[in-house]
């Protein structure tokens, strides 16, 4: 029996002060050119909460405004405001940024995080009153500290400021005097992938009403790696994060492969589901704020305000087959190999057609493929194109050599059974898996029967390899069991009826 | 264009004589295709990376164009990148190398 996905959800953490601080955009410009136009540029082209809350594309990663209806609005869509924003979506919710500041406290369990004593208070209530945290981290605000002692951490102890407002409101400090692995900067990029990952989870466990006990297995699938300097990434933001949550009876460990490890993620928990080693599993990944205002230079240069200025974090629940909710066929993954080679033609086959020609599919059988949803309105500035369009037009190209379909086909192919992009460039957040929150709704609701989830990764920017890596999976209607048992149930009125005719047979014979 | 890139075209053309470099992109975007053709011959026009301020004036062309499309065997050419040249504006691309070129090459 194949596996369902259950529930997707996702975050988004408004994070303006960061982009300056922490976005490499930037600390990289503050390296190489100190006086720098742009720095000085940065703090006036930050959009405000309401403005990134209204943005269309954030409304449709957190559930509130469909893909379709997000692809009817004319790009650009930096100046336009979705009708009825609202920071709590379907899907998931977005957090201010004093807020997460708090979770990042939350999420250290070693005293590493330091806040100033006011603004711990002015963040406790939103922050105690989560009902989805465990007992332990609700209380992890504590008292807070003097604005001194964290001046004098930073400029004397190497900590890492946070920033709110433009003000110092507290401090990652580092973790060992000389070790690279734990010093502020990583302490800090670690600690924001785990709090963003623990609000997706426990968004996930609240608006699907999953109980935490019930998870026995979590996969983390971001792009950072934990450790000190003798174990560099050993691990485990999955079983912190799910610590955080309270999944009590959950272990589980990383899954890495740049933007391609959500889908690998999806895999493996799928076959974990399905086996039965773990029942239900967490597919879950953290934000980063290395990407914040990762083109804010093209931004600004053209007018734009920043778009990149939120961390973003999903998670999904994948478990056994309940007859409901759509399924993920096993059957029918793709994978690039080590053999695949580079070229266009080969990728696109090894994640699209490889599978669909394994289950006799052609290209338009799958209704919606998720790929890169790359949000346009912030790449498209950039230089960079329209990423999910590129990669429709690139499957569309693959249908007529395969002569599946006509070269004049190729824009309707794209608009019929692509979609626009929505997902914030945070790396391996859009990579696939945006979409898994409207697939299972528009699965349910027979808008749609079948779509394809494609990760895909750049592995040589790690320069062990120059080889590129990606996977995909499909997801379809759940032909529910009740048919199944229907057939079970007529093999046994047979066999019933078959008895009476023998026992009355044999009464006549008496 | 990526930093360690601009290195990496820093040392082979100091190694090796800005003469002798012929750097092939292969960028999907006219625009993408046009920075990193700017980069290697005008200097990084985002000041950020070791060719900002460097004008090696290099050969730069996109793998679209006929001087180095004519160079393939047309069944790996089309094997290669016959899918990529259907969906991607190859005369964007070609209009916005020979402009880089004419601007700043200085091996033309």
């Not at chain 1, 050599?401 to 997902?423: C, L, N, S, Y």
Request: glycine share 10%; hydrophobic share 40%; proline share 4%.
């Amino acid at each position: 029996m194949f596996p369902v996905i259950k529930g997707a959800a996702y975050i988004l953490a408004h994070t303006p002060d960061m982009v300056l601080h922490n976005g490499t955009t930037q600390t990289t410009e503050r390296t190489v050119n100190p006086d720098s136009e742009y720095l000085k540029q940065v703090p006036n082209n930050l959009r405000s909460f309401e403005q990134f809350v209204s943005y269309p594309p954030n409304q449709t990663f957190i559930g509130n405004l469909s893909p379709s209806e997000l692809g009817e609005l004319d790009l650009p869509w930096y100046d336009k405001q979705a009708e009825g924003a609202s920071s709590d979506g379907k899907y998931g919710e977005i957090f201010q940024q004093d807020e997460f500041i708090g979770w990042i406290k939350l999420a250290d369990v070693f005293n590493l995080v330091s806040l100033e004593k006011d603004f711990t208070e002015s963040i406790r209530q939103s922050i105690e009153s989560r009902e989805g945290l465990s007992e332990s981290f609700r209380t992890a605000l504590g008292e807070g500290v003097s604005l001194e002692k964290i001046e004098k951490e930073i400029a004397e102890k190497g900590a890492e400021a946070l920033i709110h407002d433009g003000k110092t409101v507290g401090c990652v400090k580092r973790a060992h005097d000389i070790d690279p692995n734990l010093n502020a900067h990583v302490i800090f990029e670690n600690l924001v992938s785990k709090a963003s990952g623990a609000m997706a989870l426990i968004s996930l466990l609240e608006k699907h009403q999953i109980d935490p006990l019930d998870i026995d297995y979590v996969l983390e699938c971001s792009e950072e790696a934990c450790g000190d300097m003798n174990q560099r990434g050993g691990g485990n933001f999955a079983k912190a994060i799910a610590e955080v949550a309270g999944c009590k009876n959950a272990t589980g460990s990383d899954t890495r492969s740049f933007c391609a490890a959500p889908t690998h993620a999806l895999i493996n928990a799928s076959a974990l589901a399905q086996s039965g080693i773990y029942p239900n599993v967490v597919i879950v990944g953290g934000g980063s704020t290395a990407k914040l205002g990762m083109n804010g230079k093209d931004h600004i240069k053209k007018g734009l305000p920043i778009l990149e200025d939120g961390v973003a974090g999903f998670a999904a629940l994948i478990s056994q087959n309940d007859g409901v909710h759509p399924i993920l066929r096993t059957d029918l993954v793709g994978k690039h190999m080590v053999g695949t080679g580079s070229s266009p033609q080969a990728v696109i086959t090894s994640l699209i057609t490889a599978p669909l020609d394994r289950g006799n599919l052609k290209i338009t059988d799958i209704d919606k493929y998720s790929v890169e949803m790359q949000n346009p309105d912030v790449t498209k500035p950039a230089g960079a194109g329209d990423v999910p369009l590129a990669n429709y037009k690139m499957i569309a190209a693959l249908g007529v050599m395969r002569k599946e379909m006509e070269r004049t086909d190729i824009a309707d192919f794209t608009k019929k059974h692509g979609m626009v992009g929505w997902a914030p460039t945070q790396g391996h957040i859009p990579s696939g898996v945006p979409y898994l929150g409207f697939a299972m709704q528009d699965i349910m609701e027979g808008k749609i029967h079948r779509a394809m989830i494609v990760g895909k990764g750049s592995l040589f920017l790690g320069r062990l390899t120059n080889l590129f890596d990606g996977v995909s999976i499909v997801i379809e209607t759940n032909p529910g069991q009740v048919e199944e048992e229907a057939t079970v149930s007529k093999d046994e009125v047979r066999q019933m009826v078959a008895e009476a005719m023998r026992s009355f047979a044999a009464s006549l014979t008496e | 264009m990526d930093l360690e890139n601009q290195r990496r075209v820093l040392e082979f053309t100091e190694e090796f004589g800005a003469e002798n470099m012929l750097i092939i992109l292969g960028a999907a975007e006219a625009e993408a295709a046009g920075l990193a053709a700017e980069t290697v011959t005008a200097g990084d026009p985002t000041y950020a990376g070791p060719l900002a301020g460097v004008s090696l004036g290099l050969q730069v062309f996109h793998v679209f164009e006929p001087e180095i499309k004519d160079q393939f065997d047309p069944d790996v050419y089309e094997e290669q990148l016959g899918m990529m040249e259907m969906v991607l504006d190859v005369d964007e691309i070609v209009d916005e190398m020979k402009g880089i070129r004419e601007q700043f090459g200085q091996f033309n």
